[in-house]
């Protein structure tokens, strides 16, 4: 049966593509996407009690505590009751995944599983819009004048997590931490893998799966 309201989750490792691939999945259909990773940079920017605590985590490769993470999106999902979401980066802990369960549980989680040789070699072309959190790849995704973004002109970054050394701890904290989460949700028969090394590989059974719970709105197709 498809569903009016449907509470997604989108996991991966690191560079993965969840973000790139949700951008496509709200295109598509009526969902809004939640980023924890984009949450915690804007209360970086903000320079809030949070974001300054997260920053000292973050540029390790490390987790936020479970505890903030928690409390943090467990508010930003209170505003999202009414709507279809996509959640991407949280949980990445099964006690963050037991907390959202009892909070907002979901009914699918979509598991992106790109091998880490690629994602070494894609993240050092990332550059990120910091305030809508629109993602670029210098080859993969170029904006149409280099460094700037497309829609508002604004300068673009690199984020300070995807230097080499960070990117590889965070690629051990997700297989020690992150990991477990999808042993999680298969217990609950809820997981669906989508394995390839390319997005544009990935999107269109991710969209026909996605198809077969919520009505789409389009099917846009890229490459
Ligand atoms: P984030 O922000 O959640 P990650 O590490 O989970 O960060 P990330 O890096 O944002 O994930 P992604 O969203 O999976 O990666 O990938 P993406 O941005 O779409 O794609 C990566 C790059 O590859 C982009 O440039 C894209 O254009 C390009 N690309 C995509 N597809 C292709 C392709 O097919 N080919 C090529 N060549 N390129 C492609 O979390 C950051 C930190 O915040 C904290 C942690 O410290 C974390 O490390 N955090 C949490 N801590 C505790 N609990 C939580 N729940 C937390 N959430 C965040
Ligand atoms: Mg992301």
Same mark, same amino acid.
């Given at each position: ?28 259909? +009526?969902?809004?996407? &939640?980023?924890?990773? $984009? /949450?915690?940079?804007?209360? @970086? ?7 300054? %605590?997260?920053?000292?985590?973050? +540029?390790?490769?490390? &987790?936020?505590?479970? $505890? /903030?993470?928690?409390?943090? @999106? ?7 009751? %009414?709507?279809?979401?996509?959640? +991407? ?135």
């Amino acid at each position: 049966m498809l569903k009016r309201v449907l509470r997604t989750i989108i996991m991966g490792p690191p560079g993965s593509g969840k973000g790139t691939i949700s951008e496509r999945i709200v295109k598509d259909f +009526d969902m809004k996407h &939640l980023s924890s990773g $984009d /949450v915690l940079r804007s209360q @970086m920017l903000k320079a809030t009690s949070v974001g300054i %605590e997260a920053k000292s985590f973050i +540029d390790k490769g490390l &987790l936020v505590p479970d $505890d /903030v993470m928690v409390k943090l @999106m467990v508010t930003e999902l209170e505003d999202l009751k %009414e709507d279809s979401w996509l959640l +991407d980066g949280f949980p990445r802990t099964v006690p963050q995944a037991e907390a959202l369960q009892n909070n907002a549980p979901s009914d699918l989680v979509l598991n992106l599983a790109v091998p880490f040789e690629v994602i070494i070699e894609r993240i050092q072309g990332r550059w990120l819009h910091a305030a809508s959190g629109r993602i670029y790849h210098t080859e993969f995704n170029p904006p149409k004048k280099p460094g700037f973004d497309d829609e508002t002109g604004d300068p673009l970054i690199q984020r300070d997590d995807d230097k080499p050394a960070t990117v590889r701890a965070r690629l051990e904290t997700y297989q020690k931490l992150t990991q477990p989460v999808l042993d999680f949700y298969r217990s609950q028969g809820v997981l669906e893998e989508f394995v390839g090394s390319y997005s544009n590989e990935i999107w269109p059974k991710v969209h026909k799966y996605l198809a077969t719970k919520k009505e789409p709105m389009h099917f846009t197709q890229y490459g």
